[in-house]
């Protein structure tokens, strides 16, 4: 299995992005995907979820500022990022789980990606 995400890069406050995850290797549609991120110095903290009905639970700082979404024909996985701030500045992980559920833990989920690194200056 394979996960690939893209769409990361160095913004200003207030600025948008949109990362993707292009999924391969694994059943995408009837899978869980989640976004992570991890700032230097920091544990891996959970962003979002999307389960393969299209149920989604956000942590408390992405709720209202980020959406997450999933396109099962083209196996991706979005994360639309609204409002940023230097406090978003991390590397963002996409991850797969067999599991269903609100999956906030790292370790309820089975592959995992390198990682896109966003930036957001002040």
């Known amino acids: 299995a394979q996960l690939v995400e893209s769409g990361g890069g160095s913004v200003h406050s207030g600025d948008s992005l949109t990362l993707s995850c292009s999924a391969s290797?694994?059943?995408?549609?009837?899978?869980?995907l989640g976004w992570f991120r991890q700032a230097p110095g920091k544990d891996r903290e959970f962003v979002s979820v999307?389960?393969?009905?299209?149920?989604?639970h956000y942590s408390d700082s992405a709720q209202g500022r980020f959406t997450i979404s999933r396109d099962n024909d083209k196996s991706t996985m979005y994360l639309q990022m609204n409002s940023l701030k230097p406090e978003d500045t991390a590397i963002y992980f996409c991850?797969?789980?067999?599991?269903?559920?609100?999956?906030?833990?790292?370790?309820?989920?089975?592959?995992w990606g390198q990682g896109t690194q966003v930036i957001v200056s002040s």
């Open positions: 999307i389960n393969w009905d299209r149920k989604t």
């Open positions: 991850a797969a789980a067999r599991s269903t559920g609100v999956l906030i833990y790292t370790t309820a989920y089975d592959y």
């Open positions: 290797g694994f059943p995408f549609n009837g899978w869980t």
